[in-house]
């Protein structure tokens, strides 16, 4: 019964995202594409500028790549705000994906800058495998393994609960960062399993585009992003249960 209402909201969800896409794939993959090429290049490109050898060279990388990881988050937020706007029919470009750069970048880098110290705290499991356990028996390969399942599970955890962060920050510019956050929380409440359901479901298209040397996957993106900004529009909307 569970499983049923899920899958009956997200195929509503599905089917309202479908709707607002109609004739505006091109502007939705166009913003992929170039969220995409930032998402994967900066971080490169900032690493490549780390100074220094061992454990110096450590420390500016994982500077660096902090920055940089909250710079593309910022513009995630931008990727909200596209999608935001065609479903309601708004007009939008694709610079708009850089919409929180110049509207509210001080509480959207706040915001960032907390999701990203959250991300780096899921990561530490991992780290320390790699530090206590660096043998190749088996043991020590299972408890590395162990550990960074249980950072996997945190990250999962805390990108759902503020999953609806830049949403809330793009309605209710309004709120400081702390108070998004916290709404995104209570908003989430009874509803993480809905969006992972949610998540879940395009695998399978996801998979399907990978086909087509991975190009259909930006149409999945586009769909998927479109129906998160459904499923926000949905869940802001008034309780829903689940």
């Excluded at 990388?61 to 909200?80: D, R, T, Y």
């Excluded at 206590?132 to 960074?148: C, E, K, N, T, V």
Aim: aromatic fraction near 12%; charge should be positive.
């Amino acid at each position: 019964m569970f499983l049923r209402k899920l899958s009956e909201r997200s195929a509503a969800q599905k089917a309202q995202a479908r709707g607002a896409l109609t004739g505006k794939y091109g502007i939705a993959v166009a913003s992929n594409i170039c969220y995409l090429i930032a998402s994967l290049l900066l971080p490169q490109l900032v690493l490549a500028l780390a100074p220094g050898s061992g454990v110096l060279y450590l420390i500016c990388s994982a500077i660096l790549l902090f920055v940089s990881m909250v710079f593309v988050g910022v513009l995630q937020g931008g990727l909200c705000y596209i999608y935001l706007n065609i479903l309601f029919d708004q007009p939008t470009t694709f610079t708009d994906l850089f919409y929180l750069f110049r509207e509210n970048h001080d509480k959207a880098f706040r915001i960032q800058t907390a999701l990203t110290g959250i991300t780096f705290a899921c990561m530490l499991p991992e780290l320390l495998g790699l530090l206590l356990f660096p043998g190749s028996d088996p043991a020590s390969s299972a408890i590395r393994i162990l550990l960074s399942l249980a950072g996997m599970i945190a990250l999962l955890y805390f990108d759902l609960r503020y999953a609806m962060s830049y949403y809330l920050l793009l309605d209710f510019p309004e709120m400081d960062a702390l108070a998004i956050l916290r709404r995104s929380r209570l908003l989430m409440q009874g509803r993480k399993r809905a969006l992972l359901y949610l998540r879940l479901s395009f695998l399978p298209l996801y998979l399907i585009g990978l086909l087509s040397c991975g190009i259909g996957c930006l149409w999945v993106m586009a769909y998927q992003y479109e129906t998160s900004a459904a499923f926000y529009s949905e869940t802001v909307a008034g309780p829903q249960g689940g």
